[in-house]
């Protein structure tokens, strides 16, 4: 546990995006085993809140997707057979991501900037997802407008993002955030926060969101 959480500080707390980069592309090949017996309870509640609502919907863009864990656990798990696409800046992680045999239509490299614009057609997906990765050095806090363009209206948004260590990004976070849904852009039908690991006894670290697009 604690190799894994040194790993991931090292690719969110560093001192820039190019940094975080160079981190991930010598994880990747261990990545995925890094988490290996570990219950990491934030993760599959997530996992788990994505399936639940992969039910109602037939194309999904994974952003910040990595090596393909949350793709693998919908095929897997819930049996989700539509379409798959995974966006991600590490073509490292792609790559192990594009050896799992999940089916994925298309992988997709790109960075996202501050105006969360992505290089898909607009309202192209039913559901969009976004596990763990706005976070600093990552996704910036301000992208979720952009983001969300990729999304038809009536379709689904499901964003992980932590509660503590980043404060101030969290911040700038809510704030677009909260400008998306008093300009009724989006509306919220799911909100918890939760623990990382399992019986882990002080406040909540994580918060799952859903939102439709209007």
């Known amino acids: 546990m604690e190799a894994c959480s040194n790993k991931a500080n090292n690719v969110i707390f560093c001192q820039s995006p190019e940094e975080s980069q160079k981190n991930y592309s010598e994880w990747s090949s261990t990545y995925d085993n890094s988490f290996s017996g570990i219950y990491v309870f934030g993760v599959l509640k997530s ?4 399936g639940k609502y992969a039910k109602e919907v037939s194309s999904i863009l994974d952003v910040g997707a990595g090596t393909g864990r949350l793709g693998g656990h919908l095929r897997n798990h819930h049996g989700y057979e539509g379409t798959l696409d995974i966006l991600d800046a590490n073509m490292d992680l792609l790559m192990q991501a594009e050896k799992k045999g999940l089916n994925i239509r298309n992988i997709i490299r790109h960075a996202v900037t501050e105006s969360g614009e992505l290089p898909v057609q607009d309202e192209s997906y039913d559901m969009i997802t976004c596990i763990g990765a706005f976070v600093p050095n990552h996704i910036p806090a301000t992208a979720l407008p952009g983001i969300i363009k990729a999304v038809k209206c009536g379709g689904l948004i499901v964003v992980e993002i932590r509660k503590t260590t980043i404060e101030e990004y969290r911040a700038i976070f809510d704030a677009n955030l909260q400008m998306l849904l008093d300009q009724s852009e989006l509306r919220k039908i799911y909100e918890e926060d939760y623990f990382p690991y399992k019986n882990f006894d ?13």
């Open 47 to 50: 996992f788990e809140t994505c």
């Open 202 to 214: 002080t406040s909540p670290v994580f918060t799952a969101f859903v939102f439709k697009r209007l």
